[in-house]
């Protein structure tokens, strides 16, 4: 393949597909205006694209619904893979484990990360309306509780009665408090301490 040939190959792969472009758009749309504000033609605003562009993708709203969770999934599963290469072979001290979750932390609630955060927060409030699409979701918690029992386990910390549940919990409220509450929130020193004390209590 000539290289004038390999290099527009190249940039085509790198290149968003239409989906993704419209998902993650939709995922903005989401995040500023919740459930409510996520129509077609909110999403062709939020992508450059012209009117009708999202509706010939996904002719109704509960499909595009379905696909801005999916997308999510995909973008949260990927958060999970870093954080996961991330963590270091073997064991671990508590001091390290809290600084990489208040590290974690840190970047869910990033101006790089934080609209989807935001996001997953507009997707929980619509499960509670809509049960039925929790399914999906649960796979990026079940992959979270799973890294979580790792963790501890290298902490030498059982992970029985809840224990990894209780640190996503306490990872989630952190979240939770660091988007919506900013100028109260705790600092990333603050949290690793609360962090580290509440490993503590589980050892």
């Known amino acids: 393949m000539p290289p004038n040939e390999m290099a527009k190959k190249a940039d085509l792969d790198n290149t968003p597909s239409r989906r993704d472009l419209v998902t993650d758009a939709a995922i903005t749309v989401l995040a500023e205006r919740g459930a409510k504000g996520l129509t077609h033609r909110a999403v062709d605003a939020a992508a450059g694209l012209g009117e009708g ?3 010939n993708l996904y002719r109704t709203r509960e499909s595009l619904l ?5 997308r999510h999934v995909e973008r949260e599963l990927e958060l999970l893979n870093a954080v996961e290469n991330a963590v270091p072979e073997g064991r671990v ?5 809290a600084t990489l979750i208040a590290a974690m932390i840190d970047h869910l609630i990033s101006p790089d990360h934080a609209e989807l955060s935001a996001a997953r927060y507009e997707l929980f409030l619509e499960i509670r309306r809509r049960p039925e699409l929790y399914e999906s979701l649960a796979t990026v918690r079940a992959g979270f509780i799973s890294l979580m029992n790792e963790l501890l386990t290298d902490l030498g910390i059982a992970t029985s009665h809840g224990n990894s549940a209780a640190v996503l919990t ?4 952190m979240t939770l408090e660091g988007l919506f509450l900013a100028s109260t929130a705790l600092s990333t020193d603050q949290r690793k301490h609360q962090i580290a004390n509440f490993l503590g209590s589980l050892a």
């Open 53 to 55: 562009s999202t509706s």
């Open 170 to 173: 306490l990872i989630e409220g």
């Open 66 to 70: 379905m696909a801005v969770i999916e």
């Open 93 to 97: 001290t508590i001091p390290e484990a």
